[in-house]
């Protein structure tokens, strides 16, 4: 028996039929591959778009929490699960979340939370034991007795460190496999690297702020709404005299002074700065402002602390005492050499019948007092052109030597009256040199008169002159009351006359006698210093340079101090 005739119609209808299954089963593959195509670029689209998310959120927050919930409230869009949860580390606690999307048991839950605490201790030793739990989504159902059957976690790492884990659990066994972890991996990581990012630009801004407010010689910091101590400078540390930092040690370090606390709920209450003028605290006095802080970036402003600033008046407020006690004392100075003149002259005018030796003992007292009048003007003029820097000296060649030992001849018999002896020795061998004669004069006169005033009957006062190199180095020595170290730091200052300790007798004079001093001294390229002990003594040198070369030397050496 043969094979059956085949047609060639039958065989063309064969090839047919083969060529439109073949057709057919490439469509579908095609469609299968354009499909899973599909799916991924749907996937993707959608990571970008939960990465997108996440970047506009934390572009204004460093919340841990809020970025987490963002990823796991977004995951039912890319794969299935049943619970999407986190554990995270909050300060001394853990903070278990997990978002219910199919309903499962209670014991469902406990295992996925065993199995992520068991992670979580093989990357973070000494986890905190405390944990608070929250559950959203779909209800519990214990009649569900579904076990844990697929899972995967992906740690959240920021700054290289573990901030908390990220889990996906399934009734379903074997579901997820290495795409949908990647997927998971890749949108935690872009949001650890962007948090990263945050935090290193923050701490660098905070570490430059930190510096500021560091440096600042205010003191200030600042407390949160819990009154926890978030920042304090050194000076602030130092004006409170804290040894620990913390809000009840800084209550109590203003106690009876301040009321701190009640200050900064009311600013905080009105949301408003309040000024405390002056806050006595220990020797010093202060300007207190406290301030609220309000954090701008929330949709409706609040009020998260205080920042608290302390000024330093002491300066300011002494200064102004010294200027009332000054002008007072000015007033009291000038009137009594006006008042002579003016008894005098009224005394001249209305006796007509006086004596020539009566006329001349008047005419006396009133040169006198107005030679008196025209030199406290003169040292208010002085040391006003010192301040504003327009004090000039005139050099020309003179001779100290003679000058020392004609100012010491004209304090010869006042120093005789108060039994005072007073001596001087200068080099013969000192050679003539520019200065200003009448300035010069005026330094040793100021210095001499100053020992005669500070020194007892019976004491000496010694003028040394000594060559030094390109120098020369003039002294004034005196056996007198002697001077408190804490004194001599302002003993060339403006009005330090003024400036004496309760129990001492005020001394008559201006006080700027020694500011004087030093500005024509320094004029002249030199420098002026003191040594001195209580009750043994003072001794006030200053230099001036021998040749106009000198100057420069002698500006770099810097005046010693021996108590």
């Known amino acids: ?329 000015m007033v009291h100075e000038l009137r009594a050499p006006l008042t002579a003149i003016k008894d005098s002259s009224e005394l001249m005018l209305e006796e007509k019948e006086l004596k020539e030796d009566q006329a001349k003992q008047l005419l006396g007292i009133i040169d006198t007092q107005a030679k008196t009048l025209l030199e406290q003007i003169g040292s208010i003029l002085d040391a006003a052109k010192i301040e504003a820097g327009r004090f000039v000296i005139q050099k020309s060649p003179n001779d100290l030597n003679k000058l020392i030992n004609e100012v010491v001849d004209t304090f010869s018999v006042p120093a005789m009256k108060k039994k005072i002896q007073i001596d001087s020795y200068v080099p013969k061998e000192l050679p003539l040199f520019s200065f200003d004669l009448i300035r010069i004069n005026q330094v040793l006169n100021n210095l001499i008169s100053n020992s005669l005033k500070f020194t007892p009957e019976g004491g000496k006062i010694t003028v040394l002159g000594e060559i030094n190199e390109a120098t020369v180095t003039v002294s004034v020595s005196d056996t007198g009351m002697g001077i408190a170290p804490q004194d001599q730091k302002e003993l060339f200052s403006k009005f330090y006359q003024i400036r004496k300790t309760p129990g001492e007798l005020a001394k008559k004079g201006t006080g700027l006698g020694l500011y004087i001093v030093k500005g024509v001294v320094e004029a002249h390229g030199g420098y002026v210093g003191v040594r001195s002990d209580v009750g043994q003594g003072t001794t006030i040198y200053f230099t001036l340079p021998l040749r106009e070369d000198a100057i420069k030397q002698a500006n770099t050496q810097t005046p010693v101090t021996v108590n």
């Not at 028996?1 to 469509?27: H, K």
């Not at 290289?160 to 379903?172: D, F, P, Q, R, Y």
């Not at 203003?254 to 700065?273: C, H, M, P, R, Y």
């Open 1 to 329: 028996m043969g094979l059956p005739f085949i047609s060639p119609d039958e065989i063309i209808t064969f090839f047919l039929i083969i060529l439109i299954a073949v057709l057919f089963i490439r469509e579908r593959q095609a469609r299968k591959t354009l499909a899973q195509h599909e799916e991924i670029q749907k996937q993707r689209l959608y990571q970008i778009s939960v990465l997108k998310e996440i970047q506009d959120r934390i572009s204004y927050s460093l919340d841990v929490e809020e970025v987490v919930d963002i990823i796991t409230g977004s995951l039912k869009n890319l794969f299935p699960y049943s619970t999407a949860s986190a554990i995270l580390i909050e300060g001394d606690k853990l903070v278990f979340k997990t978002y219910v999307e199919e309903r499962v048991s209670q014991n469902f839950l406990d295992q996925v939370k065993k199995s992520m605490l068991a992670s979580m201790s093989a990357l973070v030793p000494n986890l905190p034991q405390v944990m608070e739990e929250m559950h959203s989504g779909q209800l519990l159902d214990e009649s569900n007795q579904n076990p844990l059957a697929s899972f995967f976690h992906i740690p959240f790492i920021v700054n290289n460190k573990v901030m908390g884990l990220i889990n996906v659990s399934s009734t379903v066994p074997d579901l997820y496999k290495e795409e949908e972890v990647t997927i998971l991996y890749q949108i935690t990581d872009n949001a650890s690297n962007a948090l990263s990012r945050l935090h290193g630009v923050l701490e660098i801004e905070q570490g430059k702020l930190t510096s500021l407010i560091t440096s600042l010689a205010d003191g200030v910091f600042m407390v949160d709404g819990k009154n926890q101590v978030l920042i304090i400078n050194e000076a602030a540390r130092k004006f409170l005299n804290l040894s620990e930092i913390s809000f009840i040690t800084i209550v109590n370090a203003l106690a009876g002074k301040f009321d701190l606390a009640s200050k900064i709920k009311e600013s905080v209450s009105k949301n408003q700065t309040l000024e405390e003028k002056e806050v006595l605290i220990g020797e010093n006095t202060f300007q207190i402002f406290v301030t609220p802080v309000v954090n701008t970036l929330t949709d409706k402003p609040e009020v998260i602390g205080a920042s608290i600033l302390m000024h330093d008046i002491t300066i300011e407020k002494n200064l102004s005492k010294i200027k009332e006690d000054f002008t007072n004392m």
